[in-house]
């Protein structure tokens, strides 16, 4: 495996093409941001601890029969991955109602969501990222019904193994993003990353503790301090 020409750059990751051209490499960059990249750091070793996250959690799904882009680690910060076609939504499971469903909904900070909510996001940072709903997805020819309905079922269930690791760890995952893709059969698979950069997590039986990058939007503490002891408590069996 042989590291080709840059294919995309994020935020926060960037993904290069390979030898295989059914596989990428992701690298996870120390760069973080907020509000649509309004707000931009260099936190030297944060890629590192997401990429660690990342890869914990991944080999989990697959054993529990959910279908990733994840291959392997091959570094601290990169990955190895298989291609997809990345589908422009975000999908974002809540459990409990924090930001912008507080802020736009009228819901009391904390409160629990049961089942869980699922919110799509169009992925354009062109538009802020919009919600959308089923409808306008298909309209827009995002996605088809099929694909919409194993999106959804597939986001409770990572969301519904992820909980149920982290509360064993005294975290609670309060909401969380996912992206899919499809691969190059059309099966789709989860892509993109599991880490504090794409959930939000608080101390066991707090409102409002706050182990993830909201610690940076909100200027709440060390950002670093906190992904690296997050880390640690994820990943430490």
Same mark, same amino acid.
Request: aromatic share 8%.
């Given at each position: 495996?042989?590291?080709?020409?840059?294919?995309?750059?994020?935020?926060?990751?960037?993904?290069?093409?390979?030898?295989?051209?059914?596989?990428?490499?992701?690298?996870?960059?120390?760069?973080?941001?907020?509000?649509?990249?309004?707000?931009?750091?260099?936190?030297?070793?944060?890629?590192?601890?997401?990429?660690?996250?990342?890869?914990?959690?991944?080999?989990?799904?697959?054993?529990?029969?959910?279908?990733?882009?994840?291959?392997? *680690?091959?570094?601290? =910060?990169?990955? $190895?991955?298989?291609? +997809?076609?990345?589908?422009? #939504?975000?999908? %974002?499971?809540?459990?409990?109602?924090?930001?912008?469903?507080?802020?736009?909904?009228?819901?009391?900070?904390?409160?629990?969501?049961?089942?869980?909510?699922?919110?799509?996001?169009?992925?354009?940072?062109?538009?802020?990222?919009?919600?959308?709903?089923?409808?306008?997805?298909?309209?827009?020819?995002?996605?088809?019904?099929?694909?919409?309905?194993?999106?959804?079922?597939? *986001?409770?269930?990572? =969301?519904?193994? $992820?909980?149920?690791? +982290?509360?064993?760890?005294? #975290?609670?995952? %309060?909401?969380?993003?996912?992206?899919?893709?499809?691969?190059?059969?059309?099966?789709?698979?989860?892509?993109?990353?599991?880490?504090?950069?794409?959930?939000?997590?608080?101390?066991?039986?707090?409102?409002?503790?706050?182990?993830?990058?909201?610690?940076?939007?909100?200027?709440?503490?060390?950002?670093?301090?906190?992904?690296?002891?997050?880390?640690?408590?994820?990943?430490?069996?």
């Amino acid at each position: 495996m042989k590291q080709g020409d840059l294919l995309y750059v994020g935020k926060a990751k960037s993904v290069y093409l390979t030898d295989n051209p059914n596989e990428l490499l992701v690298v996870f960059r120390d760069d973080i941001t907020a509000f649509d990249g309004q707000k931009k750091n260099v936190l030297s070793g944060k890629g590192a601890y997401n990429a660690e996250v990342t890869a914990y959690f991944y080999p989990l799904l697959e054993a529990a029969n959910i279908p990733t882009h994840f291959f392997s *680690a091959v570094s601290e =910060n990169t990955h $190895l991955v298989r291609k +997809l076609s990345m589908i422009p #939504l975000e999908v %974002i499971v809540r459990n409990r109602a924090a930001g912008s469903l507080v802020k736009n909904y009228g819901f009391t900070e904390g409160q629990l969501l049961f089942p869980p909510v699922i919110v799509l996001d169009m992925k354009d940072d062109s538009r802020h990222d919009p919600m959308v709903n089923d409808d306008i997805v298909l309209a827009l020819g995002i996605a088809t019904a099929g694909e919409l309905r194993e999106i959804k079922r597939l *986001a409770l269930a990572v =969301n519904a193994l $992820l909980r149920e690791n +982290l509360a064993k760890k005294d #975290l609670d995952l %309060i909401d969380m993003k996912f992206e899919f893709g499809r691969d190059a059969c059309g099966v789709i698979r989860l892509g993109d990353e599991i880490s504090m950069d794409s959930m939000r997590l608080w101390d066991h039986g707090s409102v409002g503790a706050s182990l993830d990058k909201d610690v940076y939007r909100k200027e709440l503490g060390d950002v670093m301090e906190t992904y690296a002891a997050v880390a640690k408590r994820i990943c430490s069996e």
